[in-house]
């Protein structure tokens, strides 16, 4: 099976110009944990709820003067339409990010989540395995 098979096809993108405010308020609406920050069709980065947060709103930030810039991830790691949904886990995993922008002749095509993964039946292990890698436990600081 291909990762265009399973992709989230319409994805919403943010500018690294917007504001924080701006990522949350789309989150929301879309219902979504993670938006990828592009410049023009090409994906600089990445933010997740969990970037706003820790680097913004738990630092005390004016999450309508900071910009998104400030808190993504940037370089992300991408696949294509074409690959295999094992090799997109296997990626997922081993970077240890819970999703992969798609990219196809350098445009944002898709996303592919292991949520998306996690409920085809037959790739419910590669899910499992994934998020496993990906959710090392870390003792807190008290």
């Keep these: 099976m291909k990762v265009q098979d399973i992709m989230t096809k319409c994805v919403v993108s943010l500018n690294a110009e917007d504001n924080v405010e701006r990522a949350a308020q789309l989150m929301k609406k879309h219902n979504i944990g993670a ?70 002749s350098n445009n944002l095509v898709g996303l592919v989540s292991l949520g998306d993964i996690a409920v085809e039946p037959n790739l419910q292990e590669k899910a499992e395995e994934a998020l496993s890698n990906i959710s090392e436990q870390t003792a807190p600081e008290i």
């Design 35 to 104: 938006i990828p920050v592009c410049n023009g069709d090409k994906v600089i980065g990445i933010v997740t709820d969990r970037d706003i947060a820790v680097r913004s709103s738990a630092e005390g930030q004016n999450s309508q003067k900071q910009t998104v810039r400030e808190i993504m991830s940037s370089n992300p790691v991408v696949g294509d339409p074409g690959m295999d949904i094992e090799d997109a886990s296997r990626i997922m995993s081993e970077r240890q990010i819970r999703r992969l922008p798609i990219m196809e």
